[in-house]
């Protein structure tokens, strides 16, 4: 019989879609104070060994799965005002997901106390999109920077005073008003 080529211990395929997928389940069901590592790795069905093994901390954990939630931001449009609409269409559809709304808010506040979890926000989960949507849009960082914190802020502080994402004409207002503040 041949040697296996695998390494010892479980196989890794699917362990992050599963305790990602786990992560917002728990944060969804339990809001993102309780979702504490132990009950998401006891929800994907794994050690918390595992998890820790992948992402340092919980921090770490939440960033790893909101950038897997939120994957590449779709820039379509046959203008720069079509692109920004689609653009914080798609974010605030994609906040009102089960459980990202929370997590994003959650991590956030975590960040305000943690800088080396401010480095891994920035540098994972912003930079990216801030790169993308500085070269879809011509513009220089810190205008780019200044749309991110005006559409982020403002649809999660509506997920923080209600519990709810805001309504399509909500966003249909807050496109107004980006477009006439950066067009």
């Not at 720069?80 to 914080?88: F, G, K, P, Q, W």
Request: hydrophobic share 50%; aromatic share 6%; proline share 7%.
């Amino acid at each position: 019989m041949p040697a296996s080529t695998r390494p010892p211990g479980r196989p890794r395929t699917g362990v992050d879609a599963a305790v990602f997928a786990a992560t917002l389940r728990t944060v969804h069901e339990l809001g993102y104070a309780h979702a504490t590592v132990d009950r998401i790795a006891a929800a994907a069905g794994i050690a918390k060994t595992t998890v820790y093994r992948r992402w340092p901390s919980k921090g770490a954990l939440i960033t790893a799965c909101l950038v897997d939630a939120f994957g590449p931001v779709p820039l379509t449009g046959a203008d720069r005002s079509a692109v920004l609409a689609n653009a914080i269409r798609w974010i605030a559809a994609k906040i009102g997901e089960p459980g990202v709304g929370a997590a994003f808010a959650g991590v956030f506040t975590d960040a305000v106390n943690d800088p080396a979890l401010r480095q891994v926000l920035s540098t994972q989960l912003q930079d990216p999109y801030r790169l993308v949507l500085q070269d879809a849009l011509d513009e220089p960082e810190h205008r780019v920077l200044f749309f991110i914190d005006v559409v982020v802020g403002t649809l999660l502080h509506r997920m923080g005073m209600t519990g709810e994402p805001m309504t399509t004409t909500d966003v249909d207002a807050l496109v107004d008003m980006v477009l006439r503040a950066l067009g």
